[in-house]
């Protein structure tokens, strides 16, 4: 299968690797990139030949977040609208969270806001020094709502509030301490780390490695379409906020919101 804006490769031995491939863009999610990983995370649920999946990104960036274009087109679209492309985003989220495989992050650059949520939904996270992060939502006079179920699941609610009220940016380290990254690492040693982490997943029977991560899966806060639903009628509710306008509407001015002193 072709993509347009990831790429999917899978090696003799079993390990797939999902590329975001819109380096000129840092990776940001658009309405098309959105579609396709959602048809590759059903593409590799399927396939028994896949053992385990590396995320990885080309470019400076891991992922931007959302794409600039298709953040104008919801700025200019009624509810409906938003909801259904906030749903897209989610079960494409959703899709990739229940992947029955362990999935690796391979994070070289700097992940913000759905790049979080990517992140949030892969097993472990491999992240390497001075990459920054930030769920910066808040910043714009919105809310972190579709990736909140997965960053939650994550991190934990305590871990979670003053990052997504702040929008602050923040490192590595301070990730690895939250639970979002599970080792950072220089920049050399990110493709070994990586390997030894697939490998690992390799000495597993595969249906077993899938039944766990179920039953790892289960025995945590419950991410249900009525959770996913409801955080994306929030997301609708923000969108017609005052702030929202103006967080947004400065954002494509390059001035800075109202409520910066």
Same mark, same amino acid.
């Given at each position: 299968?072709?993509?347009?804006?990831?790429?999917?490769?899978?090696?003799?031995?079993?390990?797939?690797?999902?590329?975001?491939?819109?380096?000129?863009?840092?990776?940001?999610?658009?309405?098309?990139?959105?579609?396709?990983?959602?048809?590759?995370?059903?593409?590799?649920?399927?396939?028994?030949?896949?053992?385990?999946?590396?995320?990885?990104?080309?470019?400076?960036?891991?992922?931007?977040?959302?794409?600039?274009?298709?953040?104008?087109?919801?700025?200019?679209?009624?509810?409906?609208?938003?909801?259904?492309?906030?749903?897209?985003?989610?079960?494409?989220?959703?899709?990739?969270?229940?992947?029955?495989?362990?999935?690796?992050?391979?994070?070289?650059?700097?992940?913000?806001?759905?790049?979080?949520?990517?992140?949030?939904?892969?097993?472990?996270?491999?992240?390497?020094?001075?990459?920054?992060?930030?769920?910066?939502?808040?910043?714009?006079?919105?809310?972190?709502? *579709?990736? #909140?179920?997965?960053?939650? =699941?994550?991190?934990?609610? !305590? $871990? +979670?509030?003053? %990052?997504?009220? /702040?929008?602050?940016?923040?490192?590595?380290?301070?990730?690895?301490?939250?639970?979002?990254?599970?080792?950072?690492?220089?920049?050399?040693?990110?493709?070994?780390?990586?390997?030894?982490? *697939?490998? #690992?997943?390799?000495?597993? =029977?595969?249906?077993?490695? !899938? $039944? +766990?991560?179920? %039953?790892?899966? /289960?025995?945590?806060?419950?991410?249900?379409?009525?959770?996913?639903?409801?955080?994306?009628?929030?997301?609708?509710?923000?969108?017609?906020?005052?702030?929202?306008?103006?967080?947004?509407?400065?954002?494509?001015?390059?001035?800075?919101?109202?409520?910066?002193?």
């Amino acid at each position: 299968m072709s993509y347009d804006t990831i790429r999917l490769v899978v090696e003799d031995r079993g390990i797939a690797r999902l590329t975001l491939a819109r380096p000129e863009k840092h990776n940001a999610l658009s309405a098309v990139m959105i579609g396709e990983l959602t048809d590759a995370a059903v593409r590799l649920s399927a396939d028994a030949a896949v053992r385990a999946v590396v995320l990885d990104a080309e470019g400076k960036s891991f992922c931007a977040g959302g794409d600039l274009e298709w953040m104008r087109e919801q700025f200019a679209a009624d509810r409906q609208t938003r909801i259904a492309e906030a749903t897209r985003l989610a079960m494409m989220l959703k899709a990739l969270n229940e992947l029955p495989k362990p999935m690796v992050a391979r994070v070289h650059g700097n992940s913000f806001g759905g790049g979080v949520g990517l992140m949030s939904v892969c097993d472990a996270v491999i992240a390497a020094k001075g990459v920054k992060f930030g769920l910066t939502e808040t910043r714009l006079g919105l809310i972190p709502a *579709t990736i #909140s179920p997965y960053v939650v =699941a994550r991190i934990g609610e !305590g $871990r +979670a509030r003053p %990052l997504f009220m /702040s929008g602050r940016l923040f490192e590595a380290q301070e990730a690895k301490t939250a639970g979002l990254v599970t080792a950072v690492v220089d920049a050399a040693q990110l493709d070994a780390t990586i390997e030894a982490e *697939t490998l #690992s997943y390799l000495a597993a =029977a595969p249906a077993a490695a !899938g $039944r +766990a991560k179920r %039953l790892a899966r /289960s025995l945590g806060a419950p991410i249900t379409d009525a959770i996913i639903a409801a955080t994306i009628e929030r997301l609708a509710d923000t969108w017609e906020t005052d702030e929202a306008r103006e967080g947004v509407s400065a954002f494509f001015e390059r001035r800075e919101p109202s409520w910066r002193a």
